[in-house]
């Protein structure tokens, strides 16, 4: 087991779950049962964190659970036309190979 990520609450852990899930990677959610009560501050112990089961998986998880990221914090994303990622729409360059995007 290796942890992957750190989600900011639940519902974005089982959004970045059932991605990775979709992606073929078999990971599992810690911490899902001890959010703080009402009011309460949570502290990054507490917050939801994905483990991948298999350590083997962990490179191709971190990478998805970066991707993901991005596309959470920016509003809208372009896709390489060398590689086919998604970088965000505030990126000059493919954040995978470095593409310049306003050269197309
Ligand atoms: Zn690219």
């Not at 639940?10 to 990677?25: C, M, N, R, T």
């Not at 911490?31 to 009402?38: C, F, I, L, R």
């Not at 914090?73 to 306003?102: A, I, K, L, M």
């Amino acid at each position: 087991m290796k942890r992957v990520y750190t989600a900011s609450g639940l519902p974005e852990a089982y959004l970045l779950k059932d991605y990775l899930e979709s992606q073929g990677i078999d990971v599992v959610v810690f911490n899902e049962h001890s959010a703080g009560a009402v009011g309460e501050i949570p502290t990054t112990e507490v917050l939801p964190q994905l483990w991948v089961r298999h350590v083997d998986q962990y490179a191709r998880a971190r990478q998805l659970a970066q991707q993901f990221e991005l596309r959470e914090v920016v509003d809208g994303s372009r896709t390489c036309t060398r590689c086919d990622q998604e970088s965000p729409t505030t990126f000059e360059f493919c954040w995978n190979c470095g593409q310049y995007f306003d050269q197309y």
